[in-house]
């Protein structure tokens, strides 16, 4: 069933991460019947957002990190994020809806097998860790006693040790075959990571009809196979969710997915 923009309103935004996670998350968004315009799978294209299917719903591609700013700040009203980024950012903004079960990953300390013989860093009350999250790492390391001092780095995190910045890095990790071809150890996880559903919450109260409607679908085809005699997706919410929506019982994300996260969810990840 087809979820029409509301008169006067222009279509949803959904924001996907670009990368490994868009070729894990699209055959989900295909089941639940979005199919994105030609030049979306056009890797000569330059265009940035694209028209679906879906008459009241448009797909905009940007970098990980900035798939949660773009719903935090309004500018989508849907996004798909690791956990990763939303413990990093922590924005009270959004709402994580639901896992989508794609993007498994997890988030842990490294360091080189220098450091690890020369002193125990949980013993320690000073380390230099270079890192995409440093928000993460402060907290991971004070809830230890140890001070951090964090170098940000936006990629090619492991170079840092073999180069003299630190002994030790935070950063995702999927099979550890990165971490061990440049001479470094895992030593602890910090968060299990996966993507999840995000929502930006004015939107899901100024327009929860239309946002209601797709998170019923995202959650129905979560886990589920498309079955061959039906239109995949639900329409509109239910009286349920329609309820929570008022009620403003929405199942909150941001502080889940941040500190709440890091406590209940410990161990995720995603190396690149």
């Known amino acids: ?11 949803l935004i959904m924001a996907l991460p670009n990368g490994r996670i868009l070729g894990e998350v699209m055959p989900l968004l295909r089941r639940i019947g979005i199919e994105p315009e030609p030049a979306f799978d056009d890797p000569a294209s330059r265009q940035l ?19 949660a700013t773009f719903v935090a700040f ?19 903004e959004i709402y994580a809806l639901l896992d989508l079960d794609v993007g498994h990953c997890r988030l842990a300390v490294a360091a080189t097998a220098d450091a690890l ?14 890192t995409k ?5 402060r907290r991971h ?8 001092e964090c170098i940000k780095l936006n990629g090619a995190v492991e170079l840092a040790p073999r180069l003299g910045l630190c002994h030790h890095i935070v950063d995702l990790v999927q099979t550890g075959a990165t971490l061990e071809a440049n001479g470094l150890i895992e030593i602890e996880p910090i968060a299990e990571v996966s993507s999840r559903l995000i929502v930006n919450r004015p939107a899901l109260k100024t327009r929860p009809e239309e946002v209601g409607g797709w998170i ?8 589920c196979k498309p079955s ?15 309820a929570r929506v008022k009620t403003g019982a929405a199942l909150p994300l941001s502080r889940t997915a941040g500190e709440g996260a890091e406590r209940s969810e410990a161990g995720e990840g995603r190396e690149r």
């Open 74 to 92: 309004g500018a989508a009203q849907l996004g798909v994020a690791g956990n990763d980024v939303l413990m990093e950012f922590d924005y009270s």
């Open 228 to 242: 061959p005699t039906q239109p995949p997706g639900l329409g509109p919410p239910s009286p349920a969710m329609r």
């Open 141 to 148: 390391f004070a809830a230890r006693g140890i001070q951090a």
């Open 1 to 11: 069933m087809t979820i029409e923009p509301t008169p006067a309103t222009d279509p």
């Open 133 to 137: 999250y440093p928000e993460v790492t």
């Open 117 to 130: 013989g020369q002193a125990d860093v949980r013993r320690s009350s000073h380390v230099r860790v270079a």
């Open 49 to 67: 957002r694209f028209r679906t299917s879906e008459p009241g719903l448009d797909l905009i591609r940007v970098r990980s990190f900035d798939a």
């Open 216 to 223: 019923e679908r995202f959650r129905e085809a979560v886990g």
